[in-house]
């Protein structure tokens, strides 16, 4: 069971870039997903998680109106859209998965967890 996450790279601030995980095993349409991030020197954080359906989302305060979560279960692929990228957005982005089809935004609430893509966003 593997969670691959791609897309991450260096921006200027106000820059956009789209962040996709694929999952290796179709059951991963039936578990909900979420991304968190970790910047340096700083702990793990929530960002956006999203139902297995795609009918409910949640954000991290700091992220909305500016990143939105998607999923294609067809394709096994789940994204994040971050639009107006801040410096304060420079961090590894983490996919995971959960068992559980409904959202959660504590990180022990996830079975799967992805290797990581680093966004650096410059000033």
């Known amino acids: 069971v593997q969670l691959q996450a791609s897309g991450g790279g260096l921006v200027q601030a106000g820059d956009s870039l789209r962040l996709s995980c694929a999952a290796s095993e179709r059951t991963f349409s039936s578990y909900a997903k979420a991304w968190f991030r970790r910047a340096p020197r700083k702990e793990r954080e929530f960002v956006a998680a999203?139902?297995?359906?795609?009918?409910?989302?949640d954000y991290a305060d700091s992220v909305k109106g500016r990143f939105t979560i998607s999923r294609d279960n067809a394709k096994n692929t789940v994204y994040l859209q971050m639009n107006s990228l801040k410096p304060e957005d420079t961090a590894v982005y983490y996919c995971?998965?959960?068992?559980?089809?409904?959202?959660?935004?504590?990180?022990?609430?996830?079975?799967?967890w992805g290797q990581g893509t680093q966004v650096t966003v410059s000033s």
């Open positions: 999203i139902s297995w359906s795609g009918d409910s989302t």
């Open positions: 995971t998965a959960r068992r559980d089809g409904r959202i959660a935004n504590t990180a022990y609430n996830y079975n799967y």
